[in-house]
């Protein structure tokens, strides 16, 4: 079995298999895409939010500890929202709306491309299947998330005038929560992981996990092809 610093250190090995790499986003931080390429971005990668609730409710399902639980669900009531009209998914409906789109066609997903549905998917299934710490470990590109999110902001604010602060609340709020989060899961994973087989899963469930982000973004790039 590894040890604590070198189970972490292989984790960590991960970053540059990470989407904050991917050229689609190195064009959105440096200004490059146009308004129509930020519009399938978001319409895509709100399929994206809104299965986070449901892999979080599957992580659950499949875990005998409270006091995981306990924890947990505060994920899926971050994401809904304590009640309609708050929350991660409505942050993201209103920068959808920022961007030009109307919540109806982001809700019917019809601008979700394939690619992306079947990446999304998979990622549901695996936290249904998978054991709930090692679907726990999926989620620790959360531990990467954070420094690219709040680059974010401040590329796309200095470089699209017509984006105006509000209008990336999800990020602003997202970059708070994921900082305790991401310390949050990785003390699970270390804790929960007690044979090298299950430290292998985790960092094998990580890799997956780029993945999943990688192809999401591949597909979003590849599909607005035409509008560049
Ligand atoms: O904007 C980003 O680059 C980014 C990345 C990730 C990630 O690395 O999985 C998440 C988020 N944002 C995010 O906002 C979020 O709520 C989130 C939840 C999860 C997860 O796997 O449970 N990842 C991410």
Redesign the pocket.
Known sequence: MLGRDEFLGALQALEGRYWGTHPFHERMHAGALTPAELRTWAANRWYYQAA?PR?DAAIISNCPLPDVRRVWLERIVYHDGAKEGEG?REDWLRLCEALGLDRAEVLDERHVLPPVRFAVDAYVTFARTQPWVIAVAS?L??M??GH??RRRVVDVLAHYPWIAPQDLAY?TT?VEAVSGEGVQTVELVLEHCRTRAEQDAAVAALAF?CDV?WSMLSAIAGGTAGNR
């Open positions: 986070l892999k991660g989620g590109t959360e990467f998330a690219l999110m990020f997202r996990k982000l």
